[in-house]
Structure formats: structure tokens, C-alpha cells
């Protein structure tokens, strides 16, 4: 299976599949609009028409990129789908010449194995909130900051 730059039709299975973990308090929702406007971000791994797994890299600034509503269907878990989809971004990090990546997650065992570390959630910087205001866990965020150094 190959991961590959997400188009404009792939938009509505993509929302449906974040929408649907997000539901189950695994990941925060995204609107389909916020979908749209950042298609470019997104990456998609697809098995004949469906979407089963996304991602997306967000560039933050000109040293920092975060990665971002990663999603693989259930009965796809634990089959290195994420994996697949983690390292696109970090491909992309690198061909950018992005040296940071971070992300904040309810699974830091996941991105810890693709050395990912633990940080304080104060040491990201405030660009990085932009966002949070729309979460309805503002301004308690329970989710782990990671980075990740290029190096």
C-alpha cells in the first residue's frame, strides 16, 4: 500500500474518518472546510476507492511543522498503517528542510517508537495554540506533546 498527497474528493471520507475517532474521544474533530482549506497537508492511504488511514503535516513556522490528525480504520490497526503514514511526513519534513516536528496526541507510546520524545506542552511555542481555542477541552488540554529533531 502506497501513501499518497490527498486530493479535493478525497476530502469527504477523510473528514468522516477523523470525525469518527474524534467521536470516541481519540482525536479532536476538524471541520470539513478546515479539511479543504488544508487538503495540501493532508496525506491519504487508499485501498481501491476508501480511505483507511490520514495525516496530515502542518507547517507552523520556518523550523516547525506539526503532525496532525492521524487516522487509520479499525480493522486496519497494528498492520504499520500509521507507521506508513507518519513517515510521509517526516519524508516531507526533510525534503522541506523542516528540523522540528511535534505533535500532541492521547497515544505517545505510538510516535515514541518512531522516536518521538516527550516535552512539556509550555515548551511548544504559542503559534502552536492557534488552534486550541476551537477544542472543547480549552483551556484544559489533555493530550502528550512530542518533538521530533530531524537533526
Not at 488544508?38 to 503532525?67: P, T
Not at 490528525?69 to 522541506?96: H, K, M, P, T, Y
Not at 517508537?113 to 516527550?118: A, S, W
Request: glycine share 6%; with cysteine; net charge negative.
Amino acid at each position: 500500500m502506497k501513501v499518497d498527497k490527498a486530493k479535493i474528493g478525497d476530502v469527504p471520507q477523510v473528514h468522516q474518518l477523523i470525525n469518527y475517532f474524534a467521536t470516541k474521544g481519540e482525536m479532536l474533530p476538524r471541520a470539513l472546510s478546515e479539511i479543504y482549506e488544508n487538503i495540501r497537508d493532508f496525506f491519504v492511504l487508499r485501498e481501491g476507492n476508501q480511505i483507511v488511514g490520514c495525516v496530515a503535516l502542518h507547517i507552523a513556522w520556518a523550523d516547525l511543522a506539526e503532525i496532525k490528525s492521524l487516522a487509520v480504520i479499525e480493522d486496519r490497526q497494528d498492520q504499520g498503517l500509521g507507521s506508513l503514514l507518519v513517515q510521509a511526513c517526516l519524508e516531507e519534513a526533510r525534503n522541506l528542510e523542516i528540523p522540528t516536528i511535534f505533535c500532541l496526541t492521547y497515544k505517545p507510546a505510538f510516535f515514541e517508537k518512531h522516536g518521538f520524545r516527550q516535552v512539556d506542552k509550555m515548551e511548544l511555542p504559542r503559534k502552536v495554540w492557534g488552534e486550541c481555542y476551537r477544542c472543547p477541552k480549552f483551556p484544559n488540554c489533555d493530550e502528550v506533546a512530542l518533538m521530533y529533531e530531524l537533526g
